[in-house]
């Protein structure tokens, strides 16, 4: 059956860098403007940060990718992003990360901590910035983030260069100081370039950000366990009859 982990097969045709389809017309164009116009678009609006960072398979760490996360706040301990490969107006949406505060990480089953990866490192790094925004402007948001933990599944795997989304998603990894969490070079470089900033400078600017006092060791748990996960789909019996109350 299909799996995270393995090749997606038979694909249309095109380069990948969008999906394969006829262009929009005319008719396309006034049918957005006109929803655009009389909808509420409510929980788009409420996205109110652009983040820039990197990610790692977890049933491949020696794939890594940048990602951009568009963030919405629910409530102090909890937000939730939509990720795009890029910032781009055709970027594709490749995933969604949930944000969640350390309090509510703690009440979670050990089985669904290990789903979770830490941010403190991401963040002390330099590696998780918001483009074009001063950094003394993110400071507050950062020593909150620092303690965070976060889910991130992929369902679009566009740097194998896939052209749909193919099989399962994929649970993805944050950065980490060590081994294979460690962001290659020349990806940080093109995100630098591009935003004209230095992770190297972020970095020691944030050197004094507080870190939490403790990580929960069943985060990041291939650091503990030398492990990543890949999701197998299997086919199973529907569940026909409902259970009486």
Same mark, same amino acid.
């Given at each position: 059956?299909?799996?995270?982990?393995?090749?997606?097969?038979?694909?249309?045709?095109?380069?990948?860098? =969008?999906?394969?389809?006829?262009? !929009?017309?005319?008719?396309?164009?006034?049918?957005?403007?006109?929803?655009?116009? !009389?909808?509420?678009?409510?929980?788009?609006?409420? /996205?109110? *940060?652009? =983040?820039?960072?990197?990610?790692?398979?977890?049933?491949?760490?020696?794939? *890594?990718?940048?990602?951009?996360?568009?963030?919405?706040? %629910?409530?102090?301990?909890? %937000?939730?992003?939509?990720?795009?490969?890029?910032?781009?107006? $055709?970027?594709?949406?490749?995933?969604?990360?949930?944000?969640?505060?350390?309090?509510?990480?703690?009440?979670? $089953?050990?089985?669904?901590? #290990?789903?979770?990866?830490?941010?403190?490192?991401?963040?002390? $790094?330099?590696?998780?910035?918001?483009? +074009? =925004?001063?950094? !003394?402007?993110?400071?507050?948001?950062?020593?909150?983030?620092?303690?965070?933990?976060?889910?991130?599944?992929?369902?679009?795997?566009?740097? +194998?260069?896939? #052209?749909?989304? /193919?099989?399962?998603?994929?649970?993805? /990894?944050?950065?980490?100081?060590?081994? %294979?969490?460690?962001?290659?070079?020349?990806? =940080?470089?093109? +995100?630098?370039?591009?935003?004209?900033?230095?992770?190297?400078? %972020?970095?020691?600017?944030?050197?004094?950000?507080?870190?939490?006092?403790?990580?929960?060791?069943?985060?990041?748990?291939?650091?503990?366990?030398?492990?990543?996960?890949?999701?197998?789909?299997?086919?199973?019996?529907?569940?026909?009859?409902?259970?009486?109350?």
């Amino acid at each position: 059956m299909a799996s995270s982990d393995a090749n997606p097969g038979a694909m249309p045709p095109g380069d990948g860098s =969008v999906p394969p389809g006829k262009p !929009m017309t005319v008719g396309h164009h006034i049918v957005d403007k006109g929803a655009e116009m !009389m909808q509420s678009l409510k929980p788009i609006k409420k /996205m109110s *940060q652009h =983040v820039c960072t990197f990610a790692i398979y977890s049933h491949d760490m020696t794939r *890594q990718i940048q990602t951009h996360h568009y963030v919405t706040r %629910l409530n102090q301990d909890f %937000l939730q992003c939509a990720v795009y490969d890029s910032d781009d107006s $055709s970027a594709r949406l490749i995933g969604v990360e949930y944000i969640i505060s350390g309090g509510i990480f703690e009440s979670l $089953s050990p089985e669904e901590q #290990k789903l979770w990866h830490s941010h403190a490192h991401e963040i002390k $790094s330099g590696l998780w910035v918001n483009p +074009r =925004v001063p950094e !003394m402007v993110v400071r507050p948001e950062l020593e909150n983030l620092a303690k965070t933990y976060g889910k991130f599944w992929c369902t679009w795997q566009t740097d +194998r260069g896939d #052209k749909l989304p /193919m099989g399962p998603p994929a649970l993805m /990894m944050s950065p980490q100081e060590l081994d %294979l969490g460690i962001v290659k070079l020349d990806l =940080v470089k093109k +995100r630098d370039d591009k935003y004209n900033i230095s992770t190297d400078a %972020l970095k020691t600017a944030r050197a004094e950000l507080p870190a939490p006092e403790r990580i929960n060791p069943q985060a990041d748990y291939w650091k503990q366990n030398g492990k990543g996960f890949a999701i197998d789909v299997e086919s199973t019996e529907m569940k026909k009859i409902t259970a009486f109350p």
